[in-house]
């Protein structure tokens, strides 16, 4: 279980984050989605004490990171700023690792052979491709068999086949009751894999919630017309919330596109196209929506 | 912290530039000893004597500064390579982390001057029947300097761990240290030298008996280094405590 508490972070006078509210409960997936920049990575690093809050508490089953009496085996991380000595092997990296959490050796063959990555485990780590350097990141997480996930970025640099990997491992592991929290400015990474999401922008939650209540209660209906600019009065004049997509598109939220029918037919509007998105297209709308609102305030 | 220790080792096991360094530490140190001799006896010092043997042998610390580069690899190479991350997440209590690459300089830069001390003694020994003597093994002189000479990689070994984990920049680290040892404590030691024999690298030439100034001796010395490596130590892990890795 993961509890974070209305945690706050300045950079010199940059409000990093704002005091971000979310929880990733055991036994589901939950994506931290968000855009470059938005404080993702920052939160993650609260978490795992390698960043101090100004304010606001981060824990992991009840108890801050620091406090953790063998972390490695409660929390599992992956996080952009790891690296690697180049010279060392990558069985090596992860000796050292399983050497210092006083895990047994033994597991860092298993670990190697999880992540497929016992062919290349004998030469020097400089020399790994980026979805190698991932894969060694992935088993120096999972060498404590920890309860908790936690994967900042981790699709980075992995190809399709990895991809596909990644996503069944982590399914695994949250059907198996254990929590796993996985940040993504990528929307499809996350909603394939996701249970419960989490967006995040500008140092602020703007949503949170389980990924079908999110899709349903967010219903986008598009609109395209020759005419936009009466489109855009009519929707702003209906206090809708939406957004211009493209010259001659708008995308609707929170109302049904029966209203949006009517309220265009009697604007007399002449439509090009009125339909609702799937769900794809939903939540990359409520994304865009939610993410860019600030840029446009 | 005995786990701790141990992938410190394991590490320093694992590095490749570890064998270089001891090899330049060992060359370094041969060639200073070789020139010594060539020097001491072109100018008809009896190679014999207590002055002799103080000649040839304190420069047996000369490769001393390789030791300080690994000390600043075993700490700040972790920002370098970014493995720190790894590191504080395996030990959040990070005063631990400071200490334990503290211990683990310390007893590298022991291994290391033994290695050093060894072929400084080897080639003295070796140069000095060429030159028709016989080295004097007897001399406690000879073994106060050795020692003196393992002595003083040890605690540069900690010092170059201590000022790595404070500054965290490896290169920094040691071009700072080059600098002040071959720079800057050489000008202030000629323009005060009661003030000058307490800095760092005085106190080792203290340590290896150099026959050339009033320097500290031996213990007070081996006391001053261990006094700085110990506070520079306890800074950084104060500073360390509120720094976001």
């Known amino acids: 279980m993961i509890e974070v508490t209305d945690i706050g972070k300045l950079y010199g006078e940059t409000a990093a984050l704002k005091g971000v509210t979310f929880s990733a409960p055991p036994g589901a997936v939950t994506g931290f989605l968000g855009p470059n920049g938005a404080g993702k990575t920052t939160a993650l690093r609260i978490l795992l004490g390698l960043a101090r809050p100004d304010r606001g508490t981060a824990l992991i089953d009840g108890t801050k990171y620091a406090d953790l009496k063998s972390p490695r085996r409660v929390v599992g991380a992956v996080i952009d700023s790891m690296g690697f000595e180049p010279g060392r092997t990558g069985r090596d990296h992860l000796r050292v690792v399983a050497r210092a959490a006083a895990i047994k050796q033994t597991r860092v063959d298993e670990v190697l052979d999880f992540v497929d990555l016992t062919d290349a485990a004998d030469r020097a780590a400089g020399g790994y491709s980026q979805g190698m350097r991932q894969r060694l990141a992935l088993a120096s997480a999972l060498l404590g068999d920890p309860q908790v996930l936690l994967l900042d970025e981790p699709a980075n640099g992995l190809d399709p086949a990895g991809m ?4 069944r491992l982590l399914t695994d592991w949250a059907a198996q009751g254990r929590t796993v929290l996985f940040s993504s400015h990528v929307l499809t990474e996350v909603e394939f894999v996701a249970d419960r999401i989490v967006i995040i922008d500008h140092g602020r939650v703007v949503r949170e919630g389980a990924a079908e209540q999110l899709y349903g209660s967010e219903r986008a209906v598009v609109v395209r017309a020759e005419d936009c600019e009466s489109l855009k009065r009519l929707a702003r004049d209906e206090g809708w919330t939406f957004r211009r997509d493209g010259a001659d598109r708008l995308v609707i939220h929170g109302v049904s596109s029966a209203v949006v029918g009517s309220a265009v037919a009697g604007a007399g509007i002449a439509l090009t196209e009125l339909s609702s998105e799937t769900s794809t ?15 446009h305030a | 912290m005995i786990d701790l220790l141990a992938a410190e080792v394991l590490k320093l096991r694992t590095t490749r530039t570890i064998g270089l360094l001891l090899l330049a530490m060992v060359g370094i140190t041969g060639l200073a000893v070789t020139g010594a001799v060539v020097l001491a006896s072109n100018a008809n010092l009896d190679l014999q004597s207590e002055h002799g043997v103080r000649t040839v042998l304190h420069v047996s610390a000369s490769g001393a500064l390789f030791v300080l580069v690994l000390g600043a690899m075993i700490s700040a190479g972790e920002f370098r390579h970014r493995t720190a991350t790894d590191t504080f997440l395996t030990t959040p209590r990070r005063w631990r982390v400071v200490a334990a690459k503290l211990v683990t300089a310390a007893v590298a830069g022991t291994v290391f001057g033994a290695l050093a001390a060894g072929s400084a003694l080897a080639i003295a020994a070796h140069l000095y029947a060429l030159k028709g003597y016989t080295f004097p093994l007897s001399s406690s002189e000879a073994w106060q300097i050795l020692g003196g000479a393992i002595v003083y990689a040890s605690l540069l070994g900690a010092l170059g761990a201590a000022t790595g984990s404070l500054v965290r920049n490896q290169v920094g680290v040691i071009v700072g240290w080059l600098v002040w040892l071959l720079l800057a404590e050489n000008i202030v030691f000629g323009l005060a ?29 081996a006391a001053v280094l261990t006094a700085y490596a110990i506070v520079i130590a306890a800074a950084a892990i104060v500073i360390e405590r509120r720094r976001d890795a």
Do not use: K
């Open chain 2, 193 to 221: 030298p009661d003030l000058g024999r307490w800095l760092p690298g005085a106190a080792g030439r203290g340590l290896v008996l150099d026959p050339n100034g009033n320097f500290l001796s031996q213990p007070v010395a």
């Open chain 1, 164 to 167: 596909a990997w990644l996503r």
């Open chain 1, 281 to 295: 297209r939903q939540l990359e709308d409520l994304f865009l929506d939610l993410t860019t609102a600030e840029d």
